[in-house]
């Protein structure tokens, strides 16, 4: 069982930066594929970016590619996402998931979720 718990989110004037974290518990916190997904008011939920278990793999929806860094610590039990050069259309309620099913893009994958921090970008 993991519990996660996003914080970090605000607003912010556009290309300035945020950086997000997921503090999870949970003993099979490290056996988990971590993403971040957001939905703004009015869109389908979207993921933004997964990492592998161990940290070696990432991946990005490509409107963030280049401007956003998903990392963890997994002595800390910590997932991070570091975003720069934010745009109004990053504007969004951001989520933090744990998952272990093949398919990072899927929402359908992740068994854990947490509660969400917004992110707000002022143009």
């Known amino acids: 069982q993991v519990q996660l718990v996003e914080s970090g989110g605000g607003l912010v004037q556009a290309g300035g930066s945020l950086r997000l974290s997921c503090a999870a518990s949970?003993?099979?916190?490290?056996?988990?594929?971590m993403a971040w997904f957001r939905q703004a008011p009015g869109k389908e939920r979207e993921v933004v970016a997964a990492?592998?278990?161990?940290?070696?793999?990432?991946s990005y929806t490509d409107s963030v590619k280049g401007r956003f860094t998903i990392s963890r610590d997994n002595a800390k039990n910590m997932v991070y996402l570091q975003m720069n050069s934010l745009i109004p259309e990053d504007t969004a309620l951001y989520y933090c998931?744990?998952?272990?099913?093949?398919?990072?893009?899927?929402?359908?994958?992740?068994?854990?979720w947490g509660q969400g921090t917004q992110v707000t970008v002022s143009s």
């Open positions: 949970g003993r099979s916190f490290n056996s988990q594929r």
């Open positions: 998931a744990a998952g272990r099913v093949t398919g990072w893009n899927l929402q359908r994958t992740y068994d854990y």
């Open positions: 990492i592998s278990s161990n940290g070696a793999g990432t």
